[in-house]
């Protein structure tokens, strides 16, 4: 049914860039949000970065504005996440997720999300 899957991810050095994408398919998402997540070993799944899959209105977790962008692109059924001057810090699995109602502070709180995706793991090391 619902479909999220990640690719993208790999080894970049501190500073560079790496694009992320995320396939959807199964629904329409016209009114649902779509977001990035990340999850590092033994801390808590960390909200990065949302948008409304209608309108293109976009939200952020604090430790990546200025540095990541997400987008959609409709006619590819693809979200993606752009991450630029990368930190060690960014490092871990980048998971895509989807919900339909979320909402205020809902909207940054992994729980809410209904839809997963696997992962794709980005690494930021030199």
């Known amino acids: 049914q619902v479909q999220l899957v990640e690719s993208g991810g790999g080894l970049v050095q501190p500073g560079g860039s790496l694009k992320l994408s995320c396939e959807v398919s199964?629904?329409?998402?016209?009114?649902?949000?779509l977001a990035w997540f990340r999850q590092v070993p033994g801390k808590p799944r960390e909200f990065v970065a949302g948008v409304n899959w209608n309108h293109g209105d976009t939200w952020y977790g604090g430790p990546v504005k200025g540095r990541f962008t997400i987008s959609r692109d409709h006619a590819k059924n693809t979200v993606f996440l752009q991450m630029n001057r990368l930190k060690p810090e960014d490092t871990g699995v980048y998971l895509c997720?989807?919900?339909?109602?979320?909402?205020?502070?809902?909207?940054?709180?992994?729980?809410?999300?209904?839809?997963w995706g696997q992962g794709t793991q980005v690494t930021v090391s030199s």
């Open positions: 997720a989807a919900d339909r109602d979320c909402s205020g502070l809902g909207c940054y709180i992994s729980d809410e999300y209904e839809y």
């Open positions: 199964g629904r329409t998402f016209n009114g649902w949000e």
